[in-house]
């Protein structure tokens, strides 16, 4: 490692303590003259306060100066309340005007009036489904609902659902003060509950914020994860903080259902706000001190950086996994356990750049010995007996080159669809590089809110089971 060039992340954690403010003490660090260094911290708030004058969590220096040098850093919360709110009409407590629709919002489904009245609704439109009231009480507005009232206040929005999209979108031109600072923070929330008794297709609702960019184009984000209704009829509320990358003078934000079931997916909205956290009184939350001692490193030896484990090589004696073959191109591993969650393909003893899928197949033909280094869900390594291609076992089972990922590698505000051909997708689950689980998915093919990284998908259906690597930028 070059010394010159060394980037040291000082990691610090500032435990969670009872008390308004925690002292996480002195963290003291030696690095070399001119190496680059990034102080951050593990614990995360509102606002930062450095004694250097940055305001941001982290800050890079390079050391150019030998010495010893003192750097203290403040975390501060900070609640908004519902005074700095930026929308208008989020808890729908303005009553529509006649037949007209409430203002300060618009829907992908229709508005209606019918709902004052028991049935009146029904017995007009024999019961089509894709239509909102605002309403008192959502057993009033139809009798097979549960009583569900409003969160807060006289008034809610009852969504009669039956397909996905925008239950709720607010702009700029509803809501003049609905505007995004650079590096200013938000807080996008609302109450939803379910007015059903049957929970078998509830709605699945999803955060959304689209602004101008700086080249002035509109960009769509999908904040958080999806939030699938149930299984009361009580009022829960939803949570996201976004971190404004522009500064935007037109701003839409959102709230979409993704169940595109058309019956029981129903919901209600209240009280949806849009709240800039700095707008809020400021509470300290930790303190802490990084002492840096910068030293002339030039007359000392560098030391070098170890060698990498290697891989562990094929034994013939002792191995006991072998590739299948499929078709006449293509080498894969069973993985109808979860055993593995990832893979490194080698032919005649040399690594494949880039072979890091549960199959391997080469255009030009399979024409040497290949085996694969497999990791564990532990993330101990272990190898396959190494084979040439006419030598594998042919197998009628899965073919992981019938999965379809895309888009792949996709940004994190955009939904990733999974298709595996012929066959009918029973769940996935989602591993990160260290083998933890971060998700699951049951019965559908859309994955969304990845943040950035590289994952293995697991995915199972009724003709077992194939992994896949994904990556979120």
Same mark, same amino acid.
């Not at 229709?110 to 007009?124: A, C, I, Q």
């Given at each position: 490692m070059?010394?010159?060039?060394?980037?040291? &992340?000082?990691?610090?954690?500032?435990? %969670?303590?009872?008390? @308004?403010?925690?002292?996480?003490?002195?963290?003291?660090?030696?690095?070399? =003259?001119d190496s680059t260094i990034t102080l951050s911290a593990a614990t995360k708030?509102?606002?930062?306060?450095?004694? %250097?004058?940055?305001?941001?969590?982290?800050?890079?220096?390079?050391?150019?100066?030998?010495?010893?040098?003192?750097?203290?850093?403040?975390?501060?919360?900070v609640t908004p309340t519902v005074a700095h709110n930026l929308m208008y009409n989020g808890d729908f407590e303005e009553e529509p005007e006649g037949n007209n629709p409430p203002k300060g919002f618009t829907s992908?489904?229709?508005?209606?009036?019918?709902?004052?009245?028991?049935?009146?609704?029904?017995?007009?439109?024999?019961?089509?489904?894709?239509?909102?009231?605002i309403t008192q009480s959502a057993k009033y507005t139809w009798h097979d609902f549960a009583n569900v009232y409003p969160h807060g206040g006289t008034y809610f929005a009852l969504f009669d659902a039956g397909k996905s999209g925008y239950a709720w979108k607010a702009t700029t031109t509803?809501?003049?003060?609905?505007?995004?600072?650079?590096?200013?923070?938000?807080?996008?929330?609302?109450?939803?509950? +379910?007015?059903?008794?049957?929970?078998? +297709?509830?709605?699945? &609702?999803?955060?959304?914020? @689209?602004?101008?960019?700086?080249?002035?184009?509109? =960009?769509?984000?999908?904040?958080?994860?999806?939030?699938? &209704?149930?299984?009361d009829n009580n009022w829960h509320e939803q949570q996201v903080r976004f971190t404004a990358p522009v500064t935007s003078d037109y701003v839409e934000i959102g709230v979409r259902d993704n169940e595109s079931s058309s019956g /029981?997916?129903?919901? @209600? &909205?209240?009280?949806?706000?849009?709240?800039?956290?700095?707008?809020? /009184? =400021? /509470?300290?939350?930790?303190?802490? #001190?990084i002492i840096v001692h910068v030293k002339d490193c030039q007359d000392e030896d560098p030391t070098p950086d170890p060698d990498p484990t290697p891989d562990p090589q094929p034994d013939p004696q002792t191995c006991d996994i072998k590739p299948l073959a499929k078709w006449n191109n293509l080498l894969f591993i069973d993985n109808g356990k979860d055993l593995y969650i990832a893979y490194q393909w080698y032919k005649n003893?040399?690594?494949?750049?880039?072979?890091?899928?549960?199959?391997?197949?080469?255009?030009?033909?399979?024409?040497?010995?290949?085996?694969?280094?497999?990791?564990?869900?532990?993330? /101990?390594?272990? #190898?396959?007996?190494?084979?040439?291609?006419s030598e594998?076992?042919?197998?009628? #089972?899965?073919?992981?080159?019938?999965?379809?990922?895309?888009?792949?590698?996709?940004?994190?505000?955009?939904?990733?669809?999974?298709?595996?051909?012929?066959?009918e997708i029973i769940d996935i689950r989602v591993y990160n590089i260290v083998g933890q689980q971060v998700m699951y998915v049951a019965g559908q093919q859309i994955l969304s809110g990845l943040p950035h990284g590289i994952y293995s998908l697991k995915i199972n259906t009724n003709n077992g089971s194939v992994s896949k690597k994904i990556i979120i930028e």
């Amino acid at each position: 490692m070059n010394r010159n060039t060394l980037i040291f &992340l000082a990691s610090i954690f500032i435990a %969670s303590m009872m008390s @308004a403010l925690s002292f996480a003490g002195t963290t003291e660090m030696t690095v070399c =003259k001119d190496s680059t260094i990034t102080l951050s911290a593990a614990t995360k708030g509102d606002v930062y306060s450095w004694s %250097s004058g940055s305001s941001t969590d982290s800050i890079t220096l390079t050391m150019h100066v030998v010495g010893d040098f003192t750097y203290i850093r403040q975390v501060f919360s900070v609640t908004p309340t519902v005074a700095h709110n930026l929308m208008y009409n989020g808890d729908f407590e303005e009553e529509p005007e006649g037949n007209n629709p409430p203002k300060g919002f618009t829907s992908d489904y229709n508005y209606s009036k019918d709902g004052l009245n028991p049935n009146e609704y029904y017995s007009r439109h024999g019961g089509e489904s894709n239509v909102f009231f605002i309403t008192q009480s959502a057993k009033y507005t139809w009798h097979d609902f549960a009583n569900v009232y409003p969160h807060g206040g006289t008034y809610f929005a009852l969504f009669d659902a039956g397909k996905s999209g925008y239950a709720w979108k607010a702009t700029t031109t509803d809501n003049p003060q609905l505007k995004i600072i650079k590096d200013s923070i938000y807080v996008f929330s609302y109450y939803a509950a +379910h007015p059903n008794s049957n929970m078998n +297709h509830p709605a699945r &609702l999803q955060f959304t914020i @689209a602004y101008r960019d700086q080249n002035g184009n509109m =960009k769509t984000e999908l904040l958080g994860t999806e939030y699938r &209704l149930g299984p009361d009829n009580n009022w829960h509320e939803q949570q996201v903080r976004f971190t404004a990358p522009v500064t935007s003078d037109y701003v839409e934000i959102g709230v979409r259902d993704n169940e595109s079931s058309s019956g /029981e997916n129903d919901f @209600a &909205l209240d009280d949806i706000c849009f709240q800039g956290v700095t707008a809020g /009184e =400021k /509470e300290i939350l930790a303190s802490d #001190t990084i002492i840096v001692h910068v030293k002339d490193c030039q007359d000392e030896d560098p030391t070098p950086d170890p060698d990498p484990t290697p891989d562990p090589q094929p034994d013939p004696q002792t191995c006991d996994i072998k590739p299948l073959a499929k078709w006449n191109n293509l080498l894969f591993i069973d993985n109808g356990k979860d055993l593995y969650i990832a893979y490194q393909w080698y032919k005649n003893g040399k690594i494949i750049e880039g072979a890091t899928e549960q199959f391997y197949t080469d255009p030009n033909g399979l024409d040497g010995k290949y085996y694969a280094v497999l990791t564990l869900q532990s993330g /101990e390594k272990i #190898t396959t007996c190494e084979i040439s291609f006419s030598e594998a076992t042919r197998s009628a #089972t899965l073919n992981p080159g019938d999965v379809q990922v895309s888009p792949n590698p996709a940004p994190s505000y955009v939904p990733i669809h999974v298709e595996v051909e012929g066959n009918e997708i029973i769940d996935i689950r989602v591993y990160n590089i260290v083998g933890q689980q971060v998700m699951y998915v049951a019965g559908q093919q859309i994955l969304s809110g990845l943040p950035h990284g590289i994952y293995s998908l697991k995915i199972n259906t009724n003709n077992g089971s194939v992994s896949k690597k994904i990556i979120i930028e």
